[in-house]
Each structure stands twice: as structure tokens, then as C-alpha cells.
């Protein structure tokens, strides 16, 4: 008998050895500081992609490594040299931060590693700095709010006062809805961020009620978001100060702000390009397996982590695990022949999504639970505005 | 401008002031009377304010929950002046900074354990979640305005311990020359051990009063203990005045800074550069006043009197 079991082990062992990890994916998000609560729900999304995929891109087994950028551009940049020098592994991705996807960005490419970024948006990577490896999974920072300044033109807002992180996203974001928004814009405020970032933001929210504007346009990501709804609830701004919001009411603040009762958030509007409500079969089976696994929606960073992972194993099962095939992975990789949980969408020449984006609505669900729903449809299958400086083809 | 933005500036600084006093009183009580450096005060407002938010989700009124919360803080305070602390005191400053430094990743990440990562929002009772109208045109929320007050009381209390009980007398002379009042018979352990508990709790109570405004996360202590240090430097080292005065300068300069600088600079610079030229200048503010400060007078605004 023990024999046996020994020779089972034994063909086991060498079954799995001859298998093991083909191909490695190394992950960075941000696992530690507050904002870990973003790179816990990106995780958890990887996590389900590999359990959906049975840990397998056709015949070849994945393997993923996660890394921590510490919410900071120089650890971001640590890790990623780990993952590709130390690791060894074939993509890198993830970058939930502009100015840390930034900082990381030479360290994956000059080693020849195809880099996804599974948020992180920044217009210079979508412009002059485009590159063949580098693919977005998510979309470039100005989009969303450019989404959003043709909600403002519709809904009549002549006036309107910005507030943003001063970040790299933070200015694309800005710059993004200063393209579409045709009204006037009457006090913008930049504010500190990054591991110690400004959460208190009493200053800028008198200014901005004093400034008379129509709406305040905002963009606060991550454990900021909380911050900021509150304050802007405490305030009392709601009537005479209506809230325009990106990347700020989302699935990661909405189970929060339920949790404390700030009700002034339901029926507030957001622009994005995924919502868990979309009716395809891959994002129906995504989100209900996300909720039965982890007990919360999805948020979009999760989303276009799935996605991600969706991506590279379509893309390793079309050149059978050769990573030597790099034209072929690239070639795969820009056909976007997967199933995503945002629908079908396809590539641009600078290798940013050409992709549809949604205003949705916060609702309570059926089960009591606080979400969002798409309302309408805003731009349809919008190119970025860097695109054209890309010397790509 | 406007006088009335102004006004709401002013209370806003004001704010932040009275917090940065809280956390920075401690800080100096601790320094200047014990002479150590604890860089773990910062937790203690951290864990504060998560103590807070989980008695305010169990007893479903926030007022309630800070009252139980403050003794329990100081209770943690004492506790790490027994066991982290007095271990400390005989060694140089370097080793002060190495071992609180230690307990700060160690709370850091007990917080992690404890709370999860997502930091928790506080609920707070009707009476204080909506705004308070000052003058026609001056409308503040009212709990801007209870931090204020709360803060002040806590100060108010703060200057009576200090300069009208005998414990204060023993706390000032305890400043000024350890070993006499320690010859003179006074079981200066106890009274350290006291002082610890005081700036707990006083840190403790600016993290409740903050957590409703920001939410309770991890790492708050770390980015407002900066701040304080700044403070205590700027007034002083040691002096309860100081960092009375430091930290609403501090507050007001900040706050002010983010308020008006772009509209300063666009007087004489393009609109696009005072933009982005602005948020730098007003985060670095404090850094440039305590650079004047050791520049200029390195013993700070209001040194103690006797060291």
C-alpha cells in the first residue's frame, strides 16, 4: 500500500512538474495603507478569473504573483523589478495608481514583458509614451470624466467647480472634463495625496459653496471617497451643490457609507464603462459568483481585473504557451477575442480599449443592498483623445 | 474676497488647530517631562478613533461610544508606558525612536487584524449631522463646531491640570528638574506613567473627533504625527503654550493656505501655473515656517522656561 502511494506521488509529482506554472503573471496593487481595500477586491477578483479558469489557459497552467506598491510610485517600482528579475514572470499587471504605473512602466517593458494595467489609465502612456507590450484593460483617465461633461451639458449645468487629487490621474481626470464640459468653470482645487493624503477637505468644499457654481465635479478613488461624500453631505451641499462624480461613489465606498446610513448618496450619478447590472452572460456568471464568494458587488476595479486575467489566458491559449511568440500574444492580446464583462469592445492603435461608457444611478437592490444601475448610455465605442499622439500603428 | 468665506476659513483652521493641539500636547508633556521621543503616539489616535467606531456601531450613539472610549484609551496609554516605555527611558534617543517605530507597525498591523483594511465610517446622531447657522450668511456644520468646542474644553482642562493642581505643579517641576522632585520624595514612576495616560487619551480624542469627518483607517496616525512634531517644534519643545499657539498656527496657515494661495498667485502669475503652482507651495507651508523657525530661533516660538 505504501508503495503504492509512494508511486502515486511519485507520477503526480512528475505529472505536475511537467505542467507547473507554464506561464507566470505577476499582479502589483496596493495590499497594504488604506487604499488595500482596493487591492483586496482586485485580488479577490484575480483570484476568482483563476478559479473560473481552473487555474489553466488551454493546457497551460497560470500562476500569479502578487506584488505590494505600498501606495507609493518608488515601492511600485521595487516590486516590479522583483517580479520581472527575481520572479521570472512572463506578464506584468494590475496598477491600480497612474503615478505608480508610471514610475513601473520601464522596468516591465525594457525587460521585454508585456504590461496590463488593470486601472491605471495615464494619458502619457496612451500618448507619446504608447508602446507595443503595454495594453489597458480598463481605459485612459480621460474618458470617464469626458463621459461625464456631456452628462453636465444635458443636464444644464452652466457653471461648475472641480475638485481632484494632485496626482497624475487627478490632472487627466481634471483635463478630461474641462474637453467635453461646455459650461464655465468657476474654482478648481488640487489636493495632497498619496500615503498621507489631505482627507480633510473643509477649505476646499467652503470655497467651492461659496463659488455659486451649478455642480462640484468630483474624483476621489479609494478610502478618500468616504471622506469626501460625507463631508459634502455634512455640509449640507446636496441641494444647492449637486455631486458629479467619477471613481468616487463605487463598490468599494458604497457598502461603507450604507453602513453609517448616508442615505444622501442613493440616486447620485457616475460615469464608467462597466456596471455589475450590464446584461452579458460573462458578467452576470462574474458578478453573481463575486457575491456568493465574497459577500459584496463587485467594484470596477474588479471587474477589469477579471478581465485582465480573462485576457492573458484567451491570449496564451492562442499561441499554445509559447511565450516566445511575441507577436503572437500581442497580435492576440489586440484582437480582445474574449469575453468581457463589459461587453465586447476592441483595441485602438495606441492599445487602449475603443469601448462604450455608461452613466449609472446608486440604487438599493432587491436585497436591500446598495449598488448601481446603468441609466443611459453616453459615448459609444469612444476613442481616447491621446490616441492621436501615438506614433504606433 | 468675500469676508464671510473668510470667517468659515477661519473656524476651519480653527478646527484643525484644536486638533493638531490634542494630538501635540501629548507629544510635548511626554518630551518635555520624561525627555522621550514617541513616534507611537500617532497609533494612539489611530486606535482611538477605531475604538470609537466600533463602540459607535454596538451602542448606536457616537456620543456615548467617545465617552467609553477616552478611559479605554487611556488605559492603552498607560499600558504602553509600563510595558514599551519605561524599558526606554535610560537609552539614548535613537533607541526611543527605533522601539516606538517598532510599536507602530506592530499597532499598524494589529489595527489590520482587528478592523480589515477598509477603514469604517462613523454615523453620527442627528443633532450634530446637520449645519449651524452662525450669521445670515455663515452656515458651518455643526459638528465642525462641536470638535471645536470639545477641543477647547479638552484644552481648557488641560490648563487648569496643569497650572492650578498640585499634580500640574508636580508635572511642571518634573520638567524642569527630574531628580529634585525625584529627591524630594515624589514616586515620579507613578506620575509618568500619569502623564502617558493624559496624552493618550488627548491623542485618542482628537482620532474619535476626527474618524466621523475622514473615517477611521489605518495609518491616519502616521501622516498627523508628522504634524504634530512640527508643531511642537515651531512652539517649543516642552512648552504646553507653545503647542497651544503652534497648532493654531499651524491650523490656520494650512488651512488658509489651501483656501486663498491660487487667488494670491493669480494676481501675479497665469491662472494655469498659480493652478498648479498653488497646492505645492500651500502642502509645503508648514515644512517652510518650521525651516524659518530653527533658522531664526531654533528653540521654537515659546521655549520652557527651565530644562
Redesign the interface.
Given at each position: 500500500m505504501k508503495k503504492l502511494i509512494t508511486t502515486l506521488l511519485g507520477t503526480s509529482l512528475l505529472a505536475t512538474s511537467a505542467l507547473a506554472a507554464d506561464v507566470k503573471i505577476g499582479f502589483v496593487t496596493t495590499l497594504t495603507t488604506p487604499a488595500a481595500v482596493i487591492g483586496k477586491d482586485m485580488q479577490n477578483a484575480v483570484n476568482l478569473a483563476m478559479e473560473h479558469l481552473g487555474g489553466k489557459a488551454g493546457a497551460h497552467n497560470l500562476e500569479v504573483i502578487f506584488g505590494d506598491d505600498g501606495f507609493a510610485p518608488d515601492t511600485g517600482k521595487q516590486v516590479t523589478d522583483r517580479l520581472v528579475k527575481q520572479d521570472k514572470v512572463d506578464f506584468v499587471a494590475g496598477y491600480i495608481w497612474s503615478h505608480v504605473l508610471l514610475a513601473s512602466r520601464k522596468s516591465a517593458l525594457d525587460a521585454g514583458k508585456i504590461l496590463i494595467s488593470s486601472n491605471a489609465g495615464p494619458s502619457q502612456m496612451a500618448g507619446k509614451l504608447c508602446h507595443e507590450n503595454f495594453f489597458s484593460a480598463s481605459w485612459q483617465n480621460d474618458q470617464t470624466p469626458m463621459a461625464m461633461g456631456e452628462v453636465l451639458n444635458k443636464a444644464g449645468v452652466k457653471s461648475l467647480y472641480i475638485m481632484a487629487p494632485n496626482y497624475a490621474a487627478g490632472k487627466d481626470m481634471v483635463a478630461g472634463v474641462e474637453r467635453t464640459f461646455k459650461g464655465q468653470i468657476v474654482g478648481k482645487d488640487l489636493t495632497k495625496w498619496g500615503a498621507d493624503a489631505q482627507l480633510d477637505f473643509s477649505a476646499e468644499l467652503a470655497k467651492a459653496k461659496a463659488s455659486g457654481a451649478d455642480g462640484i465635479f468630483v474624483f476621489y478613488p479609494g478610502a478618500a471617497a468616504g471622506a469626501f461624500t460625507k463631508q459634502y453631505h455634512q455640509a449640507g451641499l446636496k441641494d444647492n451643490l449637486p455631486l458629479y462624480s467619477v471613481f468616487t461613489v463605487d463598490g468599494i465606498s458604497l457598502p461603507k457609507l450604507q453602513a453609517a446610513n448616508f442615505s444622501g448618496v442613493v440616486g447620485s450619478k457616475v460615469t464608467q464603462e462597466w456596471d455589475p447590472s450590464l446584461d452579458n452572460a460573462a458578467n452576470i456568471k462574474f458578478v453573481s459568483d463575486f457575491k456568493a464568494k465574497y459577500g459584496t458587488y463587485p467594484s470596477f476595479y474588479a471587474a477589469q481585473s477579471y478581465d485582465t486575467i480573462r485576457m492573458i489566458a484567451a491570449a496564451v491559449e492562442k499561441v499554445d504557451g509559447d511565450m516566445s511568440d511575441m507577436d503572437g500574444i500581442r497580435a492576440a492580446l489586440k484582437s480582445a477575442d474574449f469575453d468581457s464583462v463589459r461587453g465586447s469592445y476592441s483595441y485602438g492603435s495606441n492599445n487602449f480599449p475603443v469601448q462604450n461608457f455608461y452613466l449609472r444611478e446608486v440604487v438599493v437592490d432587491g436585497d436591500g443592498n446598495w449598488t448601481t444601475q446603468v441609466v443611459d448610455k453616453v459615448l459609444t465605442n469612444h476613442v481616447d483623445p491621446h490616441a492621436a499622439d501615438c506614433k504606433m500603428k | 474676497m468675500?469676508y464671510?468665506?473668510f470667517v468659515?476659513?477661519l473656524l476651519?483652521?480653527l478646527?484643525?488647530g484644536i486638533l493638531l493641539f490634542l494630538v501635540a500636547s501629548g507629544l510635548t508633556l511626554v518630551f518635555g517631562i520624561l525627555d522621550f521621543v514617541n513616534l507611537a503616539h500617532g497609533s494612539v489616535y489611530m486606535l482611538g478613533a477605531f475604538i470609537c467606531a466600533s463602540l459607535t456601531?454596538a451602542l448606536g450613539n457616537f456620543v456615548y461610544a467617545l465617552l467609553i472610549s477616552l478611559p479605554i484609551v487611556a488605559v492603552i496609554g498607560y499600558g504602553f508606558e509600563r510595558l514599551i516605555a519605561r524599558p526606554l527611558y535610560e537609552r539614548d534617543h535613537l533607541d526611543h525612536v527605533l522601539g516606538t517605530f517598532g510599536a507602530i507597525l506592530v499597532m499598524d498591523t494589529l489595527a489590520?487584524m482587528i478592523w480589515?483594511?477598509?477603514?469604517?465610517?462613523?454615523?453620527?446622531p442627528a443633532a450634530l449631522?446637520?449645519?449651524t447657522q452662525l450669521a445670515p450668511d455663515i452656515?458651518v456644520?455643526t459638528?465642525?463646531l462641536a470638535i471645536i468646542s470639545a477641543g477647547l474644553i479638552a484644552a481648557a482642562g488641560l490648563y487648569w491640570l496643569v497650572n492650578h493642581t498640585r499634580t500640574g505643579m508636580l508635572i511642571r517641576a518634573g520638567a524642569s528638574n527630574r531628580t529634585m522632585v525625584t529627591a524630594l520624595g515624589i514616586d515620579i514612576q507613578a506620575l509618568f506613567s500619569f502623564v502617558f495616560a493624559i496624552g493618550a487619551a488627548l491623542a485618542g480624542l482628537a482620532g474619535m473627533l476626527?474618524a466621523?469627518?475622514?473615517?477611521a483607517?489605518?495609518?491616519?496616525g502616521?501622516?498627523i504625527i508628522?504634524t504634530a512634531f512640527v508643531v511642537i517644534i515651531v512652539g517649543g519643545i516642552g512648552s504646553m503654550k507653545g503647542a497651544f499657539l503652534a497648532a493654531l498656527l499651524i491650523g490656520m496657515i494650512d488651512?488658509?493656505g489651501?483656501?486663498f494661495l491660487?487667488d494670491i498667485f493669480k494676481i501675479f502669475m497665469s491662472s494655469s501655473v498659480a493652478?498648479?503652482s498653488a497646492?505645492?507651495i500651500s502642502?509645503m507651508s508648514i515644512y517652510l515656517i518650521m525651516a524659518l523657525i530653527l533658522f531664526f530661533r531654533p528653540q521654537g516660538l515659546f521655549p520652557p522656561k527651565l530644562r
Amino acid at each position: 500500500m505504501k508503495k503504492l502511494i509512494t508511486t502515486l506521488l511519485g507520477t503526480s509529482l512528475l505529472a505536475t512538474s511537467a505542467l507547473a506554472a507554464d506561464v507566470k503573471i505577476g499582479f502589483v496593487t496596493t495590499l497594504t495603507t488604506p487604499a488595500a481595500v482596493i487591492g483586496k477586491d482586485m485580488q479577490n477578483a484575480v483570484n476568482l478569473a483563476m478559479e473560473h479558469l481552473g487555474g489553466k489557459a488551454g493546457a497551460h497552467n497560470l500562476e500569479v504573483i502578487f506584488g505590494d506598491d505600498g501606495f507609493a510610485p518608488d515601492t511600485g517600482k521595487q516590486v516590479t523589478d522583483r517580479l520581472v528579475k527575481q520572479d521570472k514572470v512572463d506578464f506584468v499587471a494590475g496598477y491600480i495608481w497612474s503615478h505608480v504605473l508610471l514610475a513601473s512602466r520601464k522596468s516591465a517593458l525594457d525587460a521585454g514583458k508585456i504590461l496590463i494595467s488593470s486601472n491605471a489609465g495615464p494619458s502619457q502612456m496612451a500618448g507619446k509614451l504608447c508602446h507595443e507590450n503595454f495594453f489597458s484593460a480598463s481605459w485612459q483617465n480621460d474618458q470617464t470624466p469626458m463621459a461625464m461633461g456631456e452628462v453636465l451639458n444635458k443636464a444644464g449645468v452652466k457653471s461648475l467647480y472641480i475638485m481632484a487629487p494632485n496626482y497624475a490621474a487627478g490632472k487627466d481626470m481634471v483635463a478630461g472634463v474641462e474637453r467635453t464640459f461646455k459650461g464655465q468653470i468657476v474654482g478648481k482645487d488640487l489636493t495632497k495625496w498619496g500615503a498621507d493624503a489631505q482627507l480633510d477637505f473643509s477649505a476646499e468644499l467652503a470655497k467651492a459653496k461659496a463659488s455659486g457654481a451649478d455642480g462640484i465635479f468630483v474624483f476621489y478613488p479609494g478610502a478618500a471617497a468616504g471622506a469626501f461624500t460625507k463631508q459634502y453631505h455634512q455640509a449640507g451641499l446636496k441641494d444647492n451643490l449637486p455631486l458629479y462624480s467619477v471613481f468616487t461613489v463605487d463598490g468599494i465606498s458604497l457598502p461603507k457609507l450604507q453602513a453609517a446610513n448616508f442615505s444622501g448618496v442613493v440616486g447620485s450619478k457616475v460615469t464608467q464603462e462597466w456596471d455589475p447590472s450590464l446584461d452579458n452572460a460573462a458578467n452576470i456568471k462574474f458578478v453573481s459568483d463575486f457575491k456568493a464568494k465574497y459577500g459584496t458587488y463587485p467594484s470596477f476595479y474588479a471587474a477589469q481585473s477579471y478581465d485582465t486575467i480573462r485576457m492573458i489566458a484567451a491570449a496564451v491559449e492562442k499561441v499554445d504557451g509559447d511565450m516566445s511568440d511575441m507577436d503572437g500574444i500581442r497580435a492576440a492580446l489586440k484582437s480582445a477575442d474574449f469575453d468581457s464583462v463589459r461587453g465586447s469592445y476592441s483595441y485602438g492603435s495606441n492599445n487602449f480599449p475603443v469601448q462604450n461608457f455608461y452613466l449609472r444611478e446608486v440604487v438599493v437592490d432587491g436585497d436591500g443592498n446598495w449598488t448601481t444601475q446603468v441609466v443611459d448610455k453616453v459615448l459609444t465605442n469612444h476613442v481616447d483623445p491621446h490616441a492621436a499622439d501615438c506614433k504606433m500603428k | 474676497m468675500d469676508y464671510t468665506l473668510f470667517v468659515i476659513q477661519l473656524l476651519n483652521g480653527l478646527q484643525l488647530g484644536i486638533l493638531l493641539f490634542l494630538v501635540a500636547s501629548g507629544l510635548t508633556l511626554v518630551f518635555g517631562i520624561l525627555d522621550f521621543v514617541n513616534l507611537a503616539h500617532g497609533s494612539v489616535y489611530m486606535l482611538g478613533a477605531f475604538i470609537c467606531a466600533s463602540l459607535t456601531f454596538a451602542l448606536g450613539n457616537f456620543v456615548y461610544a467617545l465617552l467609553i472610549s477616552l478611559p479605554i484609551v487611556a488605559v492603552i496609554g498607560y499600558g504602553f508606558e509600563r510595558l514599551i516605555a519605561r524599558p526606554l527611558y535610560e537609552r539614548d534617543h535613537l533607541d526611543h525612536v527605533l522601539g516606538t517605530f517598532g510599536a507602530i507597525l506592530v499597532m499598524d498591523t494589529l489595527a489590520h487584524m482587528i478592523w480589515g483594511p477598509a477603514g469604517i465610517a462613523i454615523p453620527l446622531p442627528a443633532a450634530l449631522d446637520g449645519q449651524t447657522q452662525l450669521a445670515p450668511d455663515i452656515v458651518v456644520p455643526t459638528f465642525r463646531l462641536a470638535i471645536i468646542s470639545a477641543g477647547l474644553i479638552a484644552a481648557a482642562g488641560l490648563y487648569w491640570l496643569v497650572n492650578h493642581t498640585r499634580t500640574g505643579m508636580l508635572i511642571r517641576a518634573g520638567a524642569s528638574n527630574r531628580t529634585m522632585v525625584t529627591a524630594l520624595g515624589i514616586d515620579i514612576q507613578a506620575l509618568f506613567s500619569f502623564v502617558f495616560a493624559i496624552g493618550a487619551a488627548l491623542a485618542g480624542l482628537a482620532g474619535m473627533l476626527i474618524a466621523p469627518i475622514t473615517e477611521a483607517s489605518l495609518g491616519m496616525g502616521n501622516n498627523i504625527i508628522i504634524t504634530a512634531f512640527v508643531v511642537i517644534i515651531v512652539g517649543g519643545i516642552g512648552s504646553m503654550k507653545g503647542a497651544f499657539l503652534a497648532a493654531l498656527l499651524i491650523g490656520m496657515i494650512d488651512t488658509l493656505g489651501r483656501a486663498f494661495l491660487d487667488d494670491i498667485f493669480k494676481i501675479f502669475m497665469s491662472s494655469s501655473v498659480a493652478e498648479n503652482s498653488a497646492p505645492a507651495i500651500s502642502s509645503m507651508s508648514i515644512y517652510l515656517i518650521m525651516a524659518l523657525i530653527l533658522f531664526f530661533r531654533p528653540q521654537g516660538l515659546f521655549p520652557p522656561k527651565l530644562r
